[in-house]
């Protein structure tokens, strides 16, 4: 089992739809859960950052980390075709060192 | 935040041959990272940059293939040595932020190797 599941889609939604984009996890150890948008031929960016369980917002995009369930979760309100990426899940625990654990990525296509 | 810059952005190189990637950023921080990301994958790690010592390579990466500089806080290297057709790849520079331990990356290196 890996440490991390995502799925790598791709995921398809017209204009203005709600996206949600999951991720799960085994390591009970993670604290930090992070969020990275990676364009085509262009570093990852750091999207949203959680520590701990709870929701974040940020303008059109929450995240939601769910410790219980081991699963997290970002959404995209209003989605614009600006927004088609790929989304990366990751996360870090600092027990031993500081890893990051990242996600496959789920490819975003949003159609205008 | 940091913002990170590397160079250079992408190369083609033969057989046989090393390429140094640098790696700079615009404050002083930690922990510094090597990723590599193939086509359509995910990220994977090479290794930690430590400053004053050996990187700490990760499972399958090794010192003679990646040699890794880390002279101070805002600067790093990696170079991929004897290079062959499978080490084309991304490679990326990341970075730890001390105070919030967010993580950010470089623009990234894309590497072809013929």
């Known amino acids: 089992q890996k440490e991390v599941e995502q799925d790598p889609g791709p995921l398809s939604v017209p204009e203005g739809a709600i996206v949600s984009l999951n991720c799960t996890y085994s390591?009970?150890?993670?604290?930090?859960f992070m969020w990275y948008r990676q364009y085509s031929r262009k570093g990852p960016e750091l999207l949203m950052y959680?520590?701990?369980?709870g929701n974040k917002e940020d303008g059109r995009f929450t995240a939601q980390v769910d410790k219980s369930s081991k699963y997290i979760s970002l959404f995209i309100r209003d989605s614009q075709p600006s927004d088609s990426a790929t989304y990366l899940c990751?996360?870090?625990?600092?027990?031993?060192?500081?890893?990051?654990?990242f996600g496959a990525g789920t490819r975003l296509f949003v159609k205008a | 935040s940091a913002v990170i810059s590397q160079k250079p952005s992408r190369d083609i190189c033969q057989r046989g041959t090393s390429l140094t990637i640098q790696c700079q950023v615009d404050?002083?921080?930690?922990?510094m990272f090597w990723y590599r990301q193939q086509p359509g994958q995910s990220l994977t790690l090479i290794a930690t940059?430590?400053?004053?010592?050996?990187?700490?390579?990760e499972s399958g990466f090794v010192i003679d293939k990646f040699p890794i500089s880390r002279p101070n806080l805002t600067f790093s290297t990696l170079t991929v040595s004897n290079m062959s057709p499978e080490d084309s790849s991304i490679y990326l520079c990341?970075?730890?932020?001390?105070?919030?331990?967010?993580?950010?990356f470089g623009p990234g290196t894309r590497l072809t190797v013929t």
């Open positions: 404050s002083q921080v930690t922990m």
């Open positions: 990751a996360m870090s625990a600092r027990t031993g060192g500081f890893k990051t654990i």
């Open positions: 940059a430590n400053q004053g010592s050996e990187a700490t390579y």
């Open positions: 959680t520590y701990s369980s």
């Open positions: 390591n009970s150890a993670f604290q930090y």
């Open positions: 990341s970075v730890l932020t001390d105070s919030a331990y967010e993580q950010y």
